[in-house]
């Protein structure tokens, strides 16, 4: 369950729509259950569960134009300080495992390298597991990774040398 609600979170990128989308594949898991064939990883067919509802729900947002109630909102408009800043930074959250600067790289990324990149190196899933899960050869899945980390390597640079992680001075 960790490992569907890490995958959730990383996906969603806050805790109430990571929940909703654990609670939406534990679901479909147990309805479609006879389906599952034994001896295969239940692991890569959970996180496709996920992946694929996390799909259908950005399809589906995307479709539809955001709806906002003006009473929702005009309490938030009015106050500008702090206090409101503290509760949407608050609501994105952070993983607990990563700092902020390596989660928000790792949300620019492309949805499928990012959960190519996820799934290898903070899930350390095999390469047949992601190509199960994300339904392309392994080929595919290796080049995603690889662009995935140049990515983030790119991206990460400062961040890098900041906390010496990296000697000398960016280039």
Do not use: H
């Amino acid at each position: 369950m960790d490992l569907v609600y890490n995958m959730a979170y990383k996906m969603a990128g806050n805790r109430q729509d990571a929940e909703d989308l654990v609670q939406e594949t534990f679901l479909k898991a147990f309805r479609y259950f006879a389906k599952y064939q034994r001896n295969t990883n239940c692991k890569a067919w959970l996180i496709r569960i996920l992946r694929n509802t996390y799909i259908n729900r950005y399809r589906k947002t995307v479709k539809e134009p955001v709806k906002v109630d003006f009473e929702d909102i005009q309490p938030i408009m009015k106050d500008s300080d702090s206090k409101s800043e503290n509760i949407i930074s608050a609501e994105f959250g952070v993983s607990e495992s990563l700092d902020d600067q390596v989660e928000a790289a790792l949300s620019k990324l492309p949805d499928e390298y990012r959960t190519a990149v996820v799934l290898a190196d903070i899930e350390e899933f095999s390469y047949d597991e992601i190509s199960k899960v994300m339904e392309c050869p392994v080929g595919t899945i290796r080049s995603r990774i690889s662009r995935g980390r140049m990515m983030l390597r790119k991206e990460l640079m400062e961040y890098a040398y900041k906390y010496r992680y990296l000697e000398g001075k960016p280039s």
